[in-house]
């Protein structure tokens, strides 16, 4: 009987260390899924470097680019335009820029994940826009 009872509180504490830590696991933004942390750095990651590509673009051409004109001009070196369900726009004003990480529409209706849209400009720092 003693046994039994030592596997019942064994299994109890398990059980809750595994909700506690598994389960309730931060997440990088507020109303996001956990699992989607590691897309969300990818995506800033990803803003990032085409943030850097468009200043060093603008360092020797005095004007702001596409996206497709730095991946033809070698400018940035990324393989893919999207990431997750993300899609990169580079909006442009003379030599200042911004770039924008928007998400499509979710998935399912009803969805309570929130996707935000991020962006970077010139002092290359990462907002949340709306």
């Known amino acids: 009987m003693k046994a039994l009872a030592g596997l ?5 504490l398990a059980i809750g260390i595994y909700y506690l830590y598994l389960k309730q696991m931060p997440s990088s933004d507020a109303g ?3 699992t989607q ?4 750095t990818g995506v800033r990651s990803d803003l990032l470097s085409i943030a850097q590509a468009e200043r060093g673009n603008i360092a ?3 004007r702001c680019a596409s996206l497709d004109e730095m991946a033809t001009s070698g400018t940035m070196n990324m393989a893919r335009r999207e990431r997750d369900g ?14 924008v990480a928007r998400h499509a529409a979710p998935p399912l209706a009803g969805v309570a994940i929130r996707y935000p849209t991020l ?3 010139s002092t290359m720092e990462i907002r949340e826009i709306q």
């Open 37 to 40: 942390a590691i897309s969300l």
């Open 32 to 34: 996001t899924a956990p």
């Open 119 to 121: 962006a970077i400009d």
């Open 8 to 12: 019942l509180v064994t299994a109890v």
């Open 86 to 99: 993300y899609t990169y726009e580079v909006e442009c004003s003379g030599s200042d820029f911004r770039v």
């Open 60 to 62: 020797l051409n005095s």
